[in-house]
Nanobody, 124 residues
Framework: QVQLVESGGGLVQAGGSLRLSCAASGSIFSILMMGWHRQAPGKQRELVAT?????????NYADSVKGRFTISRDNAKNTVYLQMNSLKPEDTAVYYCNARIRRSLAVSRPDDYWGQGTQVTVSS
């Protein structure tokens, strides 16, 4: 079993900052990718940022957050972070952590896992 536990959401004024964390635990052989998605009321879930594993990690951001958000990870702790600066009211959403995880050496196909979500509310 694999669990992703998010923390760090909350209420902040426009222009403020928040830092989200997501820790993966359980039966983990390797984590290929970790990332963040968000879903605002009445809208579809959208990708925010992703980061792959390895020394030359590949990072991808949604255009709407480029220059304001920074994704990073601590491989030793199986944890991914999302530093969110210059927050805008349109960033208000439930933020979900996800990870692509290979559970054992015997299973080559990785599976995708999701956290329970953390609410981020930005007031104007």
């Amino acid at each position: 079993q694999v669990q992703l536990v998010e923390s760090g959401g909350g209420l902040v004024q426009a222009g403020g900052s928040l830092r989200l964390s997501c820790a993966a635990s359980g039966s983990i052989f390797s984590i290929l990718m970790m990332g963040w998605h968000r879903q605002a009321p009445g809208k579809q879930r959208e990708l925010v940022a992703t980061i792959t594993s390895g020394d030359s990690a590949s990072i991808n951001y949604a255009d709407s957050v480029k220059g304001r958000f920074t994704i990073s990870r601590d491989n030793a702790k199986n944890t991914v972070y999302l530093q969110m600066n210059s927050l805008k009211p349109e960033d208000t959403a439930v933020y979900y952590c996800n990870a692509r995880i290979r559970r054992s050496l015997a299973v080559s196909r990785p599976d995708d896992y999701w956290g329970q979500g953390t609410q981020v509310t930005v007031s104007s």
